[in-house]
């Protein structure tokens, strides 16, 4: 399945990350760059911690993060199977999040 995460903060990582663990393709999206780098380097370091408790090898660590995909476009959204809005609890961020 293809998802959508708009948000990437914590809730919105966190969705992506389980989502990308399940073999699913998941594109983050939010209007800043530079925050959904943070997302997933948040997620690296959490499957680095699994990684390193033996919980995970190497190669699905990897295998997860290639299913994951950023972007800023709202548009990639129409090609996804779900969207999942994880915004902060603003009202304007949310309007200003879902527009083009």
Request: aromatic share 0%; proline share 0%; hydrophobic share 40%.
């Amino acid at each position: 399945m293809k998802v959508m995460v708009i948000g990437s903060g914590t809730m919105g990582s966190g969705i992506a990350q389980v989502l990308a663990s399940n073999n699913n393709e998941v594109i983050i999206r939010s209007l800043h760059i530079e925050s959904i780098e943070k997302a997933v380097n948040s997620i690296t370091l959490n499957l680095e911690k699994s990684v390193t408790k033996g919980k995970l090898t190497e190669e699905e660590k990897l295998k997860i993060l290639s299913n994951i995909t950023i972007t800023t476009d709202i548009n990639k959204a129409k090609d996804c199977d779900l969207v999942i809005e994880a915004i902060v609890e603003n009202i304007d961020e949310k309007k200003s999040s879902l527009k083009n």
